[in-house]
């Protein structure tokens, strides 16, 4: 098998064989011509159902996570409902107590009131863990690194709990990308990202993906993705892949300023607590170690003063953007409790006020840590008012 870097930019991607175009073409197409009743070209009748550059996309990332099937969604939430609409209508679920917003809204006002049953363990500790599987379940549903907690869950072991309670192992994979980490290789079942984020890399596009070596299992999502219909565009997947091309450069960089950017915040006199794999006393250190290949771009901090603080530092934020979503070439800053977790309100997994997510960019690293000075140094002055 070739390299990561070499596969990122070949597999699925051949020069095209009618002009030699090295990159895919956008199939700008809702429909294809047949060679009589039923006479399909390669497959080809209508492009919910298939689309070359979407097949690409698939073939590229199923790659990359080392998958025999790939499937790609129109957005991660889509790819998500897509694993809900295969599993039973009863379904006990069994997740990471640290869930991205969307997933908890997913589950908990969607999927819960037509009958799936979701319960809430903290996965990073082997014995809620085991209290947790100590009896059958579907699913087990796994974030590592978590969202925006920055827990790291062995995913090797909890694939191992899973199979022994009848579970299928999910991981959405999205924090650390395929570069990462596989968790296939690690044992799990269906590997998911929200595309939108990393794979993309540019803030462009909205995507998702789902990837598996059970091929049993992907025909009941392949089947899924073409019933409900919530699959990417072309002009989607051809973005995507553009992306896709510079993973592992940009995976690098994102890895080394986050470092950088974490090691500063730890001493910060306006910061309490950094939550960041790579630091030796992040409590999955070791696990991160041995599961990722770098420790990621996203870095998670609680200051001082509470949310006062928190205001204060992200009136104004310099080179970082205010902004939702994560993973792009650019730093982003957001209070996960009033933005992207807002839904978790009421849930009893409630993020901390004062706690401020980093989505650390590509930017020149001392660019970045002037402005999160600037925020800081407000965010001290805040907390000293409000003695």
Excluded at 50 to 78: K, Y
Excluded at 219 to 246: H, I, M, S, W, Y
Excluded at 264 to 273: K, R
């Amino acid at each position: 098998m070739a390299e990561f870097e070499t596969r990122a930019i070949h597999v699925g991607q051949e020069p095209d064989p009618l002009t030699g175009s090295v990159n895919v073409p956008i199939y700008q197409t809702s429909t294809y011509a047949q060679d009589g009743v039923g006479g399909l070209r390669g497959g080809h009748d209508y492009a919910r159902t298939v689309n070359p550059t979407r097949t690409a996309l698939e073939r590229c990332l199923a790659s990359l996570e080392e998958a025999e099937h790939g499937l790609c969604f129109a957005s991660g939430m889509g790819a998500i409902a897509a694993v809900m609409d295969v599993v039973p209508a009863d379904a006990r679920v069994v997740a990471i107590d640290d869930v991205y917003g969307g997933t908890y809204r997913l589950f908990s006002r969607v999927c819960a009131p037509r009958g799936q049953r979701f319960e809430y363990a903290d996965l990073t500790d082997p014995a809620a863990a085991a209290a947790a599987l100590d009896r059958p379940a579907d699913v087990v549903w796994i974030e590592s690194p978590t969202n925006p907690l920055l827990k790291v869950v062995d995913v090797r072991a909890m694939a191992e709990l899973a199979h022994r309670v009848g579970a299928l192992c999910v991981v959405d994979n999205t924090f650390a990308s395929p570069y990462l980490q596989t968790p296939l290789a690690l044992g799990a079942d269906l590997v998911v990202h929200s595309t939108t984020k990393y794979v993309g890399g540019h803030s462009d596009v909205i995507g998702g993906f789902l990837g598996t070596s059970d091929a049993a299992l992907a025909e009941r999502l392949r089947f899924v993705q073409n019933a409900v219909g919530a699959v990417p565009g072309p002009l989607d997947c051809f973005l995507t892949l553009r992306g896709v091309k510079t993973l592992a450069v940009r995976m690098e960089r994102h890895c080394d300023n986050a470092r950088r950017v974490a090691e500063h915040l730890a001493a910060a006199p306006a910061v309490c607590e950094v939550r960041y794999p790579g630091l030796p006393d992040h409590p999955g250190h070791a696990i991160a170690r041995e599961q990722m290949r770098d420790f990621g771009g996203m870095v998670s901090f609680r200051l001082r003063g509470g949310r006062a603080a928190v205001d204060a530092a992200l009136a104004e934020t310099g080179v970082w953007t205010l902004g939702e979503s994560l993973g792009g070439v650019e730093s982003l800053v957001e209070h996960p409790g009033a933005m992207t977790h807002a839904s978790l309100a009421g849930s009893g997994f409630e993020v901390p006020d004062d706690l401020i997510r980093l989505s650390v960019g590509i930017e020149a690293v001392d660019d970045l840590l002037r402005d999160l000075d600037a925020m800081l140094a407000r965010a001290g002055a805040a907390a000293l008012s409000a003695r």
